[in-house]
């Protein structure tokens, strides 16, 4: 079965760095995309940008540029997401999700991540 | 940036035909996909390319793309199509999503 694995919640302080992972199995990654997806409580979804398996080239979204960080490990399988510096409103749920076609057709569970002090 | 909006919420009746809209300029020229999330689970693709079903979505699930307007269209809704639905498009090598629309079955 083709799924995208993410690692559990996280709370953190301001200030705090964090990384968290999505992990692929049941095909072959380095021939596709991974994005991430923000998605603040009781809000909608936001694009943050998206990194290829193969040589880990990344685009990312104007809002998030410089905020965050994607990288990707081709031995494991695994892409993640960095923050150096946490701030409250980092307080979100973060998906992962394979792109396909020009759309997203596999999500991880989802990394909810919360900031407070 | 290139924003795309959609209504919302929208209401239908059960077995009635519910439409909903995704607005961007030019929208068209490009791929629109669309989403399905209920509380508390991740999304779902519902359709890809403007008009594709991924393999064990619903028939009732159709949708097309002209001008500037995208049209997802769930045909003979069920109360299990409740949830929010978002459109996606691409401009330029970036992606975004549209506001969201939460379908109520009443």
């Known amino acids: 079965e083709e799924q995208l694995v993410q690692s559990g919640a996280e709370v953190k302080k301001p200030g705090e760095s964090l990384k968290i992972s999505c992990k692929g199995s049941?095909?072959?990654?380095?021939?596709?995309?991974v994005g991430w997806v923000r998605q603040m409580p009781g809000k909608g979804l936001e694009w943050m940008g998206i990194i290829y398996f193969g040589d880990s080239d990344t685009r990312y979204s104007p809002s998030f540029q410089g905020q965050v960080t994607f990288s990707a490990d081709k031995s494991i399988s695994t892409v993640y997401l960095q923050w150096s510096s946490l701030k409250a409103s980092d307080t979100a749920m973060y998906y992962c999700?394979?792109?396909?076609?020009?759309?997203?057709?596999?999500w991880g569970q989802g990394t909810m991540v919360t900031v407070s002090s | 940036s290139y924003e795309l909006t959609q209504p919302p919420s929208v209401s239908v009746s059960p077995g009635q035909t519910a439409s909903i809209t995704c607005s961007g300029d030019k929208l068209g020229d490009k791929y629109a996909c669309w989403y399905q999330q209920k509380p508390g689970r991740s999304p779902v693709l519902v359709i890809y390319?403007?008009?594709k079903r991924p393999s064990g979505i619903p028939e009732r699930f159709s949708a097309s793309n002209s001008g500037n307007t995208a049209t997802l269209t769930i045909s003979g809704t069920q109360a299990m199509d409740e949830a929010d639905y978002y459109c996606q498009a691409w401009d330029s090598s970036t992606s975004v999503f549209g506001t969201g629309t939460k379908v109520t079955v009443l």
């Open positions: 049941g095909y072959s990654f380095i021939s596709h995309w």
């Open positions: 390319q403007d008009n």
């Open positions: 999700a394979r792109q396909s076609e020009n759309a997203f057709d596999i």
